[in-house]
């Protein structure tokens, strides 16, 4: 398991091994379109950090739901949904395990989107900011609810996914 452990909760990137197969084609059965980030800034979620300039990137199809209903046998339905994200396009170390919150891929709103433990939304909450302090509490109240099983996190303008978190 690709995981965080930082105070009741375990922030996961998206595995390794599942990297390596969105690389080859991915949630929606396409190849990954590649490019190189000019600008840097782009999310990374195979290591939970943002693009610097000139790294090469690939944007694929993620269904982040999927694996997990998968291995605990819940049934999502109709929000096993299909969504861009970017990954590096080779091989990197990975998200690391010092245990903090990566705040620095939350530069502005978030969404924390939770779930019950068949992949069913429980509730969404708007957090103005996941920086050093907030994240914590944010996570705690959600994860006061014995029904969620699991939190994404997403971002406000796009929707995008930007990772998972689940209890410690």
Do not use: K
Not at 134 to 152: K, Y
């Amino acid at each position: 398991m690709l995981g965080r452990m930082t105070r009741n909760y375990v922030v996961r990137a998206i595995e390794p091994e599942v990297v390596a197969q969105l690389r080859r084609f991915d949630d929606a059965r396409r190849p990954p379109r590649l490019s190189t980030d000019a600008e840097g800034g782009a999310p990374l979620r195979c290591c939970l950090r943002r693009s610097e300039a000139g790294e090469p990137l690939a944007l694929v199809s993620y269904a982040p739901l999927r694996r997990w209903a998968a291995a605990t046998g819940a049934d999502p339905g109709p929000y096993d949904e299909v969504g861009p994200v970017f990954i590096h396009a080779e091989p990197c170390p990975g998200a690391p395990a010092d245990g903090a919150f990566p705040t620095g891929m939350h530069l502005g709103p978030r969404v924390l989107r939770a779930y019950d433990d068949q992949g069913r939304i429980v509730r969404g909450e708007l957090v103005p900011s996941l920086g050093p302090g907030t994240a914590d509490a944010a996570i705690a109240e959600m994860f006061g609810d014995p029904a969620v099983a699991l939190l994404h996190v997403r971002a406000v303008g796009f929707g995008c996914f930007m990772h998972e978190i689940r209890r410690g």
